[in-house]
């Protein structure tokens, strides 16, 4: 979506907006780290975030790599800055086609500081000069695909200071094709307000994006004014200055100062907000907190389908997804990121070679061995395995090798049981609760267009013990709303569903619409998933060292036990599912495998392959 139809949006409905810009960090780690703030903040509600650019080298490469993750995987519409600072014609073009595959349709041209080892900014050979040769090559050749921003400067720029001159280049680039303005940061409102007048008086109507610069510490503050030259209000010093000393203080004013200005500009009729965040979250999440523009019970944040829908080239009309992958965004982009036919509102071919080979993709565990140690401990039976899947349902920890993201509010009418069936040694890694016919704007359950209403089956996806299995498998089978895929690592596949097809366990009802079926499981979909579920098993298995009775324990569960999901079909039952499994326990809970050489107790009577005596009644 182009960032002046979201501007235009935010007038036509008088509801304000925000987006937020963040810098690619120095190291892999920081990169990361990032990565998950971004996901995060996914969850405040911006309209769209951008991605400074990196001058050169791997930098400038690691932007368009963040583009391709926001747009892709985390379903953020992003906005590439695109500098002339060492960058020749070639490497434009390069960054720009790269934009246009990861599906990005804004860019924002920028001159660009000069380098490091130069006093003076110059052009690049074969380069551009000015952001407006770059603004004029990028609509010559890609024409009205993206909606191309330039920057504002209320308060001038560090190599020219003079207004008008600068109002003379601003109205150039615009004639050249910008459709909008983003300002550098500013504290004084009434000289931004003033700057506007002016330029509106020029006769650019593009809309006017200014650029919030939040208040984390004193130091941080009058550092980054001072370097942007930016003039700071009395009042604002008054308040600030006593308190310096005390980060608490500062950000709680500051907070309160910034938010103030920003109601000033939302009263002039400016209705967008652009947060320069400095990859931060907390003093940015605090202003828009006093702002009341935070999601909340009666704010929900408002998505058009139950999962994060990527933004990627191809893919904005995917309205469809197995399951399987819900807490696993990433790694089914990325399996289906070749596909003909991946799920786009009428499920096609699912036996496509998209699915390839698990190894092609690098979706496997994150993290190191010993940042996944700290996280997950050294549990040595399946009791301390089943204590760490509870201390995720109860939001002690925040993933699980299966999970990548925390509990979300949707478990919490069915977490008792959750937790109940995870004491006795069913490993849940994924559900959703019966849901029935609420509003489409329902703070937790809802999605899609106003005035709808949303449908859910109970749903779990459990890993089992094979001793268990078969009296859990007849259980289901006797309840004719009951339908489940089992299978083991090595392939040996159970189901009673009725065909290979689609089930919907999700469905929207909307006004003016066919009915929405946007969360399925079917087989072939389930047994791809399966190669990755117990892939991450084996991944975590290797986090502790060989023979270990850690290793021993997970490599032996990946191995024997089986990955089960079960659907209830009447999704007016919301605990029948749990019901199915009431009073049946897991077999040897607190048994600790003590040697790499223990014995292979006598196959299963249901004919599984056999497990280690130690963990066999």
């Known amino acids: 979506m182009h960032i002046r139809e979201m501007i235009a949006d935010a007038e036509r409905t008088g509801q304000p907006s925000f987006s937020f810009e963040y810098f690619p960090p120095k190291t892999a780690q920081g990169v990361q780290n990032l990565y998950d703030r971004m996901e995060r903040m996914y969850h405040f509600g911006p309209k769209f975030i951008d991605i400074t650019w990196g001058a050169g080298g791997r930098i400038a490469e690691l932007t368009c790599e963040m583009v391709v993750q926001a747009q892709t995987y985390f379903g953020l519409e992003t906005c590439m800055h695109l500098t002339c600072t060492d960058m020749g014609e070639e490497k434009v073009n390069n960054a720009l086609k790269a934009a246009y595959k990861a599906g990005c349709t804004n860019i924002l041209a920028l001159r660009g500081d000069p380098p490091r080892d130069k006093e003076k900014w110059e052009a690049a050979e074969g380069g551009f000069r000015y952001a407006r040769d770059l603004v004029r090559h990028i609509r010559d050749h890609y024409g009205d695909h993206f909606d191309i921003g330039v920057a504002g400067y209320p308060e001038g720029c560090d190599d020219n200071k003079d207004e008008e001159t600068l ?5 150039e680039k615009v004639d050249m094709g910008a459709s909008f303005i983003v300002t550098q940061m500013f504290y004084d409102v009434d000289n931004f307000l003033r700057w506007v007048d ?31 030259q930016c003039k700071i209000p009395k009042e604002w010093m008054d308040k600030l200055e006593p308190v310096k000393s005390d980060d608490v203080a500062v950000r709680e004013i500051g907070k309160t100062l910034v938010a103030d ?15 320069y965040t400095m990859n931060l979250a907390q003093s940015t999440s605090m202003v828009l907190e006093e702002l009341d ?31 399987f992958w819900r807490n696993r965004n990433k ?25 390839g080979e698990l190894d092609a993709y690098g979706i496997g565990l994150t993290g190191t061995n010993e940042e996944n140690r700290k996280k997950w401990g050294s549990p040595k039976s399946i009791k301390e395995v089943a204590s760490l899947f509870v201390n995720y349902l109860e939001k002690k920890i925040e993933t699980l090798p299966w999970s990548e993201s925390p509990l979300s509010n949707e478990a919490d009418t069915i977490r008792d049981d959750l937790i109940a069936l995870n004491k006795r040694g069913f490993l849940t890694i994924n559900s959703q609760p019966a849901v029935n016919g609420v509003k489409s704007s329902h703070p937790v359950y809802g999605w899609g267009p106003a005035n709808g209403y949303v449908y859910q089956k109970a749903y779990i996806e459990l890993l089992v013990h094979p001793d268990i299995f078969p009296e859990m498998i007849k259980r289901i089978e006797a309840n004719p709303d009951l339908t489940y895929y089992a299978v083991t690592k090595s392939g040996n596949f159970r189901t009673n569903a009725p065909s290979e097809g689609p089930n919907a366990v999700t469905w929207g009802v909307f006004p003016g619409k066919e009915i929405v079926q946007p969360t399925i499981v079917e087989s072939v979909s389930f047994l791809a998933w399966k190669d990755e579920a117990f892939q991450l098993g084996k991944d975590w298995a290797r986090c502790y060292e060989a023979h270990t009775p850690t290793r021993l324990l997970l490599e032996d569960m990946m191995e024997h036990w089986y990955l089960v999901n079960i659907v209830n079909n009447d999704f007016h039952q919301p605990r029948t599912i749990f019901e199915v499994l009431d009073g049946l ?33």
């Open 198 to 228: 002016k330029v509106r008086a020029r006769g650019i109507t593009v809309p006017i994006l200014p650029g919030i610069m939040p208040i984390a510490t004193y130091a941080s503050f009058m550092r980054r004014a001072n370097h942007m």
């Open 261 to 275: 200005m920003c109601r000033k500009i939302l009263a002039a009729g400016l209705p967008h907000l652009h947060f």
């Open 293 to 323: 523009w935070l999601p909340s019970p009666t704010r929900p944040l408002k998505q058009s389908l139950p999962w994060k829908q990527s933004l990627g080239l191809g893919r904005r009309e995917e309205d469809v997804r197995p399951i």
């Open 167 to 171: 109002l003379d280049h601003l109205k």
């Open 585 to 617: 326990t897991v077999p040897g809970l607190d048994v600790v495998p003590q040697s790499p050489e223990i014995e292979r107790a006598q196959p299963h009577t249901n004919g599984t392959a056999p497990v280690p005596a130690a963990a066999a009644v």
């Open 331 to 355: 790694s089914y982009v990325l399996r289906t990121q070749d596909w003909d036919e991946f799920p786009n509102g009428r499920w096609g071919d699912s036996r496509s070679p998209a699915f």
